[in-house]
C-alpha cells in the first residue's frame, strides 16, 4: 500500500486524545512509507496528521479547493499541494491518489467522505479498503447504526466487511494489509427482496 487517504477534521475536538491519535496516524503512515492523502489544511486533525508525517521523514499530497484555502488555512509546507475547484473534483482527486480510506473523528464532512467511499465500495466503482479509526469510542453509536441499517434490510449483512474498524491506527493499517474487497450479487439480493414493487 503506497498511499491512505485520511477523512479528518478542520477542528481539532474536545478531547486531547483526538489530535493525540492523528499524530500517532501520522507517524505509523511515515515508519511504513505510505503516502498521506487529505484535504489540504493546517488546521484540526487534518493538520497534525499532516505535520506528524512530515516530521517523521513521510510525504503529504493535500487537496483542497480553491474556496477552502483561506477557510481551512491550507498547508503550504506539504510534499505536495494541489488547489481545486469543486469539492467533487477534491474528492475525485484524493480517491484517485490513494489505495485505502481511513475516516478519523471528523464532522459532517468527514462522515460524507467515508460513506460515498463505502457506497463505491459497494457498487464496485473502487475494490480499496475502507476503515475507521474508533478513537474513544467516537463511532460507536455510528457502527449501532450501520447494524441497525442491515437489521432493517437497507444493507446486506455482507457489506459489512467493507467497513475495517480499529482503535489504534497499526491495527487499521494491518487490517488494510489483508484486504480482500467484498463481492455480492447486488441484483439477485434486490429481486429476491418482498417489495411488491418488484412483485
Known amino acids: ?3 491512505i487517504c485520511v477523512f479528518c477534521g478542520s477542528s481539532p475536538g474536545k478531547a486531547p486524545l483526538y489530535v493525540e491519535t492523528a499524530v500517532k496516524l501520522g507517524k505509523a503512515l511515515a515508519r511504513r512509507d505510505i503516502r498521506l492523502v487529505y484535504g489540504g489544511a493546517s488546521v484540526g486533525t487534518m493538520g497534525a496528521t499532516a505535520v506528524s ?3 517523521n521523514g513521510g510525504s ?3 487537496v483542497i479547493t480553491k474556496q477552502l484555502v483561506t477557510m481551512e488555512v491550507a498547508n503550504t509546507d506539504l510534499t505536495d499541494l494541489r488547489i481545486v475547484d469543486t469539492m467533487h473534483d477534491r474528492k475525485a482527486m484524493m480517491a484517485e491518489l490513494s489505495d485505502g480510506f481511513i475516516a478519523l473523528p471528523g464532522g459532517f464532512g468527514t462522515i460524507e467522505e467515508l460513506f460515498e467511499a463505502i457506497t463505491w465500495a459497494q457498487l464496485g ?7 475507521i479509526l474508533n478513537v474513544g469510542g467516537y463511532y460507536d453509536k455510528l457502527l449501532d447504526f450501520i447494524d441497525h441499517m442491515i437489521d432493517h434490510g437497507f ?3 455482507d457489506y459489512r466487511e467493507l467497513i475495517k474498524v480499529d482503535d489504534t491506527p497499526e491495527g487499521l493499517i494491518e487490517q488494510f494489509n489483508d484486504y ?3 463481492t455480492v450479487d447486488k441484483a439477485k439480493w434486490v429481486l429476491s427482496g418482498t417489495s411488491p414493487v418488484l412483485k
Open 125 to 131: 466503482i473502487q475494490k480499496k479498503p475502507c476503515g
Open 180 to 182: 480482500t474487497p467484498v
Open 53 to 55: 508525517v512530515l516530521k
Open 1 to 3: 500500500m503506497k498511499s
Open 155 to 157: 444493507v446486506k449483512s
Open 60 to 62: 503529504v499530497t493535500g
